[in-house]
């Protein structure tokens, strides 16, 4: 009785605990929902309340029919894709190695992966920037995506390999000792029962992509290359306080895909991300 109880306990405090995680991580969100269905002459009287009295929808209307919004979102989602791709294509032969074959040295060079995953893209962004100028890199959408997906490629990898660790090692024996080479292994085995796996570390690093800030804020000059979320910024900086409803809803529109994306996939980039740690 007192083992279930404690149980009990605990479990109120998980879940009390992430009641409050999502109320603190949620609110900024139902604000800006709030403020984007606004209208114009609302947002004068103050923005102490949260239900407006008038809802509209004009807003949203105006961002979607906006070509320079389009534009926005079109190059974020191109810069994303792209950079997912090229990901995938470094991360996948990287995380068969470091899963599959014997290496010397291979629990430093995965902690040296996790260590630069773990460096603030604020520390190498002058030198980035004095590196691309020197050789004229700036407003080059493959250029960009290469360092978008140096930025993820770690955290990928690290995905892949803890989900390529529970694919059973007698599989790759035997298609060795049908005379299968190990990039036989890789492409006939490896990669069709890794694809939950592959989906999922595809749509992190599109995610991620999606939500980048600093790179392409230093790498382009020209709005024709900018995405989303420096395009947000753009606008908010030439817009006075009565074009407030316009950039809530311009923020709302900007995370929507990622938030939509991870809810309708959350088990599987869960089941990824998780895939390897228990073994036996």
Same mark, same amino acid.
């Given at each position: ?93 990287? $995380?068969? %190695? =470091? ?5 010397? &040295?291979?629990?430093?060079? +995965?902690?040296?992966? *996790?260590? /630069? ?81 592959? $989906?999922? %570390? =595809? ?5 991620? &992509?999606?939500?980048?800030? +600093?790179?392409?804020? *230093?790498? /382009? ?60």
């Amino acid at each position: 009785m007192r083992a279930s109880t404690q149980n009990r306990i605990g479990d109120a405090f998980s879940y009390l605990f992430m009641i409050v995680a999502f109320v603190f991580f949620a609110w900024p969100l139902v604000w800006l929902l709030s403020l984007a269905l606004r209208t114009r002459k609302e947002i004068y009287l103050g923005v102490s309340r949260l239900i407006p009295h008038d809802p509209t929808l004009d807003n949203f209307m105006a961002i979607l029919s906006s070509p320079k919004f389009a534009l926005y979102l079109w190059n974020a989602l191109k810069l994303s894709t792209m950079s997912g791709i090229v990901c995938l294509i470094v991360a996948l032969p990287a $995380a068969y %190695a =470091f899963s599959r074959l014997p290496m010397k &040295g291979k629990g430093p060079w +995965l902690m040296g992966i *996790l260590a /630069f995953q773990m460096i603030s893209p604020l520390v190498i962004m002058i030198p980035l920037y004095r590196y691309m100028a020197s050789l004229n890199l700036l407003d080059n959408q493959p250029a960009a995506t290469l360092v978008y997906t140096a930025l993820v490629v770690p955290m990928v990898t690290w995905i892949l390999k803890g989900f390529m660790d529970g694919i059973p090692k007698s599989l790759d024996e035997a298609a060795l000792i049908d005379g299968a080479t190990h990039f036989g292994v890789f492409f006939r085995v490896i990669l069709p029962l890794s694809k939950p796996g592959i $989906a999922s %570390a =595809f749509i992190i690093a599109v995610i991620t &992509g999606w939500s980048q800030f +600093l790179v392409p804020f *230093l790498l /382009f000059t020209k709005e024709s290359l900018t995405p989303i979320a420096v395009g947000i910024f753009q606008y908010a900086g030439t817009q006075n306080d009565s074009s407030m409803q316009v950039l809530a809803a311009a923020c709302l529109v900007s995370v929507a895909p990622a938030i939509i994306a991870f809810l309708l996939l959350q088990r599987l980039i869960l089941s990824a991300m998780t895939a390897g740690a228990v073994k036996g």
